[in-house]
């Protein structure tokens, strides 16, 4: 079978495998049939972010189950399922807690797609076949009507903006949302932006300085400014920065009110000094660090069915599976590719 794989940075290329086989039998063995870019994905293709080569590319996608063990139950063969990015058995106290991101069963940030910074040799998404292990606890079937290239990123992205506006829209119905958008977390922001609108805060706001990002997020129903994210806009219950970089997370803790929960969903390359006297004083909550997704893709899919929240909005380029490594290298904000 071919599987993509990525040597480093503008460098990637179809390799010929041999298939995975089924070694388990709560295994289970899926055709990917659309796969997204993790917003890391340009950073690592333009050298950005140090993730050296060679390793079997992709993380984000959903798949048509193909075999499943004889301890699988959950899912057959022909259901269209969403993968997660991170491998979690369902069974250690981490996942029980809803922890699955750090899943005890297997090396820390085990994850598909991510070579030597996700555990152990997991291979990609970005494959004619992929080994799922513990396919009960991870694979979460698509409800029927639902596109699979609109849910493509529900593996990962999709999750990291939920996780950044729903706990906290659930304890304070109808906050405001400010999200403070940017490159380094494009569409996570500019997912946080839509489901915020969907779980109904009273006001949501997307900050930023991109034309094409603003227009994604205006066309959820969100209150757009054009600014950089330093831009004073007031004080929100609920903050999400973004737009990466120091002077963007300092601004969006400074824009957090009282009793407020501000998250970063951008990975800070170095130490950056936060306001601490300021965050105690208001009584900040302050929160970052990698999404737990598995819990919460039925909770999105269910969004998605229910037509509350269409995530393709975000999507700036849809291609087929064989124009993929064309597509990649051209760098669109949000890529999905599709196989028949």
């Given at each position: 079978m071919q599987r993509l794989m990525l040597d480093g940075p503008g460098a990637l290329r179809w390799e010929e495998c041999p298939e995975p086989v089924l070694d388990s039998p709560d295994q289970a063995l899926v055709r990917p049939i659309a796969l997204?870019?993790?917003?890391?994905?340009?950073?690592?293709?333009?050298?950005?972010?140090?993730?050296?080569?060679p390793y079997a590319f992709g993380h984000e996608g959903v798949a048509e189950v193909v075999t499943v063990g004889e301890h699988v139950g959950t899912v057959r063969p022909g259901d269209i399922v969403v993968v997660p990015f991170q491998i979690s058995c369902g069974a250690c106290a981490s996942c029980l807690r809803g922890r699955t991101g750090n899943c005890t069963s297997h090396p820390l940030m085990s994850t598909f797609g991510l070579g030597p910074m996700g555990g152990l040799n997991w291979g990609g998404l970005w494959a004619e076949l992929a080994l799922i292990p513990h396919a009960d606890a991870m694979l979460v079937p698509v409800p029927a009507?639902?596109?699979?290239?609109a849910v493509a990123?529900?593996?990962?992205?999709?999750?990291?903006?939920?996780?950044?506006?729903?706990?906290q829209l659930a304890a304070d119905p109808g906050a405001e949302v400010l999200v403070l958008g940017g490159p380094a977390a494009s569409s996570i922001g500019l997912y946080a932006t839509g489901l915020a609108v969907a779980l109904g805060a009273s006001r949501t706001v997307y900050l930023d300085t991109d034309p094409e990002r603003l227009a994604i997020a205006a066309k959820f129903g969100a209150e757009v400014i054009e600014g950089k994210p330093d831009t004073r806009v007031g004080r929100f219950p609920v903050t999400v920065e973004a737009a990466g970089g120091a002077k963007a997370l300092i601004a969006a803790v400074n824009a957090t009110a009282n009793d407020g929960w501000c998250t970063s969903v951008s990975v800070q390359a170095k130490d950056v000094a936060l306001p601490?006297?300021?965050?105690?004083?208001?009584?900040?909550?302050?929160?970052?660090?990698?999404a737990h997704v598995r819990p919460a893709i039925p909770e999105i899919l269910d969004l998605v069915a229910s037509g509350r929240f269409d995530p393709s909005i975000v999507t700036t380029s849809v291609v087929p599976w064989s124009d993929s490594i064309d597509a990649l290298l051209e760098g669109p904000t949000k890529l999905v590719a599709v196989r028949a």
């Open positions: 997204a870019t993790c917003d890391i994905d340009p950073a690592v293709l333009q050298g950005r972010f140090p993730l050296p080569g009507g639902v596109d699979p290239a990123s529900a593996s990962d992205n999709i999750p990291d903006g939920y996780r950044a506006v729903a706990p601490m006297l300021g965050m105690y004083s208001r009584c900040c909550t302050f929160h970052t660090g990698r």
